[in-house]
Each structure stands twice: as structure tokens, then as C-alpha cells.
């Protein structure tokens, strides 16, 4: 099993709806969680962290739930520049590995 | 500008032929590593180093070597590369602390092993 999965899509949206996607991990002991925006294969780039309490930034809200250990992006409002691949990434407790899912592509149409 | 940098960014070179992927950032991280990234397996961890002299295995180092003799440099050496070996690779460093939250990507260098 993926120490990180997550459902590839593609997420097809029209501007302005609502899309929301998870992410799954497999080491419980895992203690930071982030989720990462990565354009058409250039480098991916921090999007936000993932806290325990669930945060949000703008139009995106990111959300842990450690018993049934995921963690969930939600974007409103949704924007052309949305369009992107989301990655999410995963630390564990004891080392500094650093474990990327395959990330979820979203479209977001005119 | 704090920016990591890599090179090169594209690559043809054939089976066997040693080669080096230079990384290099200016931003004092103690932090860097190297990831592959191929299509449907998302980002993969292949080295990553804590400080000078100080390097680990990530997810995939098989086929690979690193070396941190300096605090801003993290070649990729590859001794033998093989086709298996192609892929985009990309460079990355961060604070310590802040592993995660923090990581600044190079620009990517896309490698075919023919």
C-alpha cells in the first residue's frame, strides 16, 4: 500500500462551483501534513499546511481527521487559475522523509 | 532572490555514461533532497540531506548518489544511468524546522537515458 494516496481525477468544474478532494495516509504516527499546488510539471509550491484544528486560506480550506487518517482540500468559488495538480504531502514523526501523493488534477472550465 | 537552482534543466545522454545534476540554493537551508517524479506515481523522495556530510536515503536511492560537502550544494550523481532512470527530477531545500511547510523546488531537470 501508498504511504500516500490520493484520487488522481481529473475534477472537471465550471467557475465558480465548489470542489473538494482527499488525501489518505497509511502511518498513523504521521505529524505534518501540507497540501502543495504543482502547474503543468514545474515545480510544486506550498499551498498550505494542514492543522489539526482545520484551517483555511481565502477561497481554500484544508481539513486533518486523524482517526480515519486523511486530509481534505476544499476549494470555493472556484477560479480559472484554480486549474492545477494538488499534491499532498506527508511528514512522518521520527524523520525527515518527506512523502508526496500522486496528487489530484482539477480543471476548472469557463 | 532566494531561488534553488539546478542544471541542467534538460538532458539526453545514453546508458552507462556517468553524469551530475547540480543543486544549488541561497538560502542558508540546512535541508535539501532530491525527488523523481514520474507520471502516476506523484513525487518520490530519493536522498535528502540535514546538513554538511549529513545524507539519508529516501524512498527511492537505488542507482543513485548524493554528496553535501558544502552547506548550498546537493549534486545528484548517477554512476551508470539506465532508461529506467528517466524522469523529471527536481531539487529541494527548506529550514530544519520547517521541513515540510518550507520546501523551495528548483525548476526541475527532465533526464532521458537512451
Given at each position: 500500500r501508498k504511504e500516500v494516496e490520493q484520487?488522481?481525477?481529473?475534477f472537471n468544474v465550471p467557475e465558480g462551483a465548489t470542489v473538494a478532494f482527499n488525501c489518505t495516509y497509511?502511518?498513523?504516527?504521521?505529524q505534518s501534513f501540507f497540501w502543495y499546488r504543482q502547474d503543468c510539471r514545474k515545480e510544486p509550491k506550498l499551498l498550505m499546511s494542514v492543522y489539526s484544528s482545520g484551517n483555511e486560506d481565502g477561497r481554500f480550506t484544508a481539513q486533518l481527521n486523524r482517526a480515519s487518517q486523511y486530509i481534505s482540500l476544499l476549494i470555493r468559488?472556484?477560479?480559472?487559475?484554480?486549474?492545477a495538480t494538488y499534491l499532498c504531502v506527508v511528514i512522518g514523526s521520527n524523520d525527515y522523509k518527506l512523502s508526496f501523493g500522486a496528487g489530484t488534477t482539477v480543471t476548472v472550465r469557463a | 532572490e532566494a531561488q534553488v537552482t539546478q542544471n541542467p534543466r534538460y538532458l539526453i545522454t545514453v546508458t552507462g555514461k556517468k553524469l551530475t545534476v547540480t543543486c544549488s540554493q541561497?538560502?542558508?537551508?540546512e535541508y535539501m533532497s532530491w525527488y523523481r517524479q514520474d507520471p502516476g506515481l506523484g513525487l518520490r523522495q530519493i536522498y535528502y540531506s540535514m546538513n554538511v556530510e549529513v545524507t539519508d536515503k529516501g524512498d527511492v536511492p537505488e542507482g543513485y548518489k548524493v554528496s553535501r560537502k558544502e552547506k548550498r550544494n546537493f549534486p545528484l550523481i548517477l554512476e551508470s544511468p539506465s532508461p529506467n532512470q528517466t524522469s523529471l527530477y527536481f531539487c529541494a531545500s527548506s529550514s530544519l524546522i520547517k521541513t515540510g511547510e518550507t520546501q523551495y523546488f528548483g525548476p526541475g531537470t527532465r533526464l532521458l537515458v537512451l
Open positions: 484520487d488522481p481525477g481529473p497509511s502511518n498513523s504516527a504521521s468559488d472556484s477560479k480559472l487559475s484554480d486549474s | 541561497n538560502m542558508n537551508h
